[in-house]
C-alpha cells in the first residue's frame, strides 16, 4: 500500500497541473458511494477539492443499486463499496479500470429506538420481536447482517428489508421498527435518537470499503487522484472520526 503524505502531495501537484490546463472546470468527478459514506465523504470532497481545485458530485446508494445503476450506463468515475462481494460483481461486469483497494472497514452493531423499550440485551433477544428491521440481503449491510444472525444461531422475519443502511435506521429512529442492524458509523452519526447495543464478535468481522476507478470514467486522472485521497492521512482521520477502522496510519 502507497504512502500517504507521497500520496497527498503528488494529489496537489497533479490537481495544479489539472487546473493548469488539462481540466475542464465544468466538468465535476463523479463518485459513486455506499450510502454508510455519505457523512464522511462529504468533509473529504471538500478537502480534496480545496486540495486539488476538482469539484466532486457524490451519488450515495445501496452499493449494489450503484452497480445496477452503472451497468446500466449511468455515467461515473469512481466507484466506492460497502463490501468487496459488491465491488467483485462490478469488476466482473468489466465496469473497472483498475483492481480496487480497501480504504476502510466497518462493522454491524443493533439499534433500537430512544430508550430501547425493547429491552434488547443481545442478537439472540431480536428473534422474541415482531418488527426488526434489516437491509436485504442482496446489499452489503444485508448480507453482513444475515452472516451475525447466521452466527448467532438467531432465526427471524424481518419486517422489512430494505436497499440502505440509512433506510434500517429511518425505521428504528421513527419507531417503526423495535430493533435494526447497521453499521456503526451509521448509528455514531444517528447521536442520541437511538440506542446502541454491541454484538459480541461483531467488530472482529467486519465489513472492506474498496474503492476503484471505473472504465467508463470521463475525467480518468482526476478519479485515480480521488482514490489516492483515500488512503492519505487526511481522508482516514476523516474516515476514522466517523467511526470505520483505518487502514493506514496509526
Do not use: W
Request: include cysteine; charge should be negative; proline fraction near 5%.
Amino acid at each position: 500500500m502507497r504512502g500517504g503524505g507521497t500520496l497527498l502531495t503528488s494529489a496537489a501537484a497533479v490537481g495544479a497541473a489539472l487546473l493548469g490546463g488539462c481540466a475542464e472546470p465544468d466538468h465535476s468527478l463523479t463518485v459513486f458511494a455506499a450510502a454508510s459514506l455519505h457523512e464522511p465523504f462529504q468533509q473529504i470532497g471538500e478537502t480534496f477539492t480545496q486540495e486539488t481545485g476538482i469539484e466532486v458530485v457524490f451519488n450515495t446508494a445501496g452499493s449494489s443499486g450503484l452497480v445496477d445503476q452503472l451497468k446500466n450506463g449511468a455515467p461515473g468515475d469512481v466507484l466506492a463499496t460497502a463490501d468487496e462481494a459488491t465491488m467483485d460483481r462490478a469488476e466482473r461486469a468489466g465496469l473497472l479500470a483498475k483492481d480496487p483497494v480497501v480504504f476502510a472497514q466497518n462493522y454491524m452493531v443493533i439499534v433500537a429506538p430512544e430508550g430501547n423499550p425493547a429491552e434488547i440485551g443481545s442478537i439472540s433477544d431480536l428473534a422474541e420481536l415482531t418488527s426488526v428491521s434489516l437491509c436485504a440481503p442482496q446489499v452489503p449491510c444485508g448480507a453482513a447482517a444475515l452472516r451475525l444472525l447466521t452466527e448467532g444461531g438467531v432465526e427471524l422475519s424481518p419486517a422489512s428489508e430494505e436497499l440502505s443502511v440509512t433506510d434500517v435506521l429511518g425505521r428504528v429512529r421513527t419507531g417503526e421498527a423495535e430493533a435494526g442492524l447497521v453499521y456503526t458509523t451509521s448509528a455514531q452519526q444517528a447521536g442520541d435518537d437511538i440506542e446502541v447495543i454491541t454484538i459480541s464478535g461483531a467488530a472482529a468481522d467486519p465489513n472492506s470499503y474498496p474503492v476503484a476507478e471505473l472504465e467508463a470514467a470521463n475525467l480518468p486522472e482526476e478519479a485515480q487522484l480521488f482514490v489516492e485521497h483515500l488512503l492519505g492521512e487526511s481522508a482516514q482521520q476523516t474516515l476514522a472520526d466517523a467511526g470505520f477502522t483505518r487502514v493506514k496510519g496509526p
